[in-house]
């Protein structure tokens, strides 16, 4: 129990922490226009079920990079390590840690907030790009230590394809929402969270 407390007040402290400058901004530029949570994209997607399609497969596709990035990683401390060997008493605190200690603050960060802050300053296609490799890079340089350079640009190129395959589905097919890459994001960390718990990858 006290694993998911613990996730719990972690996952509102780094809500809090990752929507400071976003909201900031908000406060600043556009609070006169619109309400913050549309603003940075916390609202109903568009789409319907193509949307909803867009998102499971590139969910699947995000499960698939993270059996390989995991490989990769084996034998190393992750985000998840806290799981590891818990098996099912671990299943509520990952639930929790995947979507609110690392999903939805992420999201926030690079698709509500830096995405669409890029996009409008350098159009969309660039502004994607930036934010993905933004995210590829941030999650490449914390295991450069421990995995090597070769391993780390790995993890930079999967990720980052990822994050522009998300930004892609949110800005293209969503209607600015970043609902779907939330879902993908919680989906492929759930999976790594299990594998962890269950010590699928030693």
């Keep these: 129990m006290s694993l998911f407390i613990q996730s719990i007040i972690n996952s509102i402290i780094e809500i809090i922490i990752f929507s400071a400058i976003p909201f900031i901004w908000w406060l600043v530029t556009a609070r006169k226009d619109t309400s913050f949570f549309k603003w940075i994209g916390l609202k109903k997607p568009e789409g319907g079920k193509k949307t909803a399609l867009w998102t499971i497969g590139a969910a699947v596709a995000?499960?698939?990079?993270?059996?390989?990035?995991?490989?990769a990683v084996s034998g190393?401390?992750?985000?998840?390590?806290?799981?590891?060997?818990?098996?099912?008493?671990?299943?509520p605190a990952i639930l929790v840690y995947v979507a609110f200690n690392t999903g939805?603050?992420?999201?926030?960060?690079?698709?509500?907030?830096?995405?669409?802050?890029?996009?409008?300053r350098f159009g969309d296609h660039a502004g994607n790009i930036m934010?993905?490799?933004?995210?590829?890079?941030?999650?490449?340089?914390?295991?450069?230590?421990?995995v090597g350079i070769p391993k780390a640009l790995l993890i930079t190129l999967?990720?980052?394809?990822?994050?522009?395959?998300?930004?892609?589905?949110?800005?293209?097919?969503?209607?600015?929402?970043?609902?779907?890459?939330?879902?993908?994001?919680?989906?492929?960390n759930i999976f790594s969270g299990i594998c962890s718990a269950f010590v699928l990858f030693k």
Aim: hydrophobic share 50%; aromatic share 14%.
């Design 131 to 146: 934010q993905s490799v933004l995210f590829g890079l941030i999650h490449g340089v914390l295991f450069i230590s421990s």
């Design 104 to 120: 939805l603050p992420e999201e926030i960060v690079f698709r509500g907030f830096l995405l669409k802050r890029f996009a409008s």
């Design 76 to 91: 190393v401390g992750t985000a998840t390590s806290d799981f590891a060997d818990k098996g099912f008493a671990a299943l």
């Design 158 to 188: 999967f990720t980052g394809g990822i994050g522009w395959l998300m930004g892609y589905i949110n800005e293209k097919k969503a209607g600015g929402s970043i609902i779907p890459s939330w879902c993908i994001h919680t989906a492929a």
């Design 62 to 71: 995000f499960m698939l990079v993270s059996l390989l990035v995991m490989y």
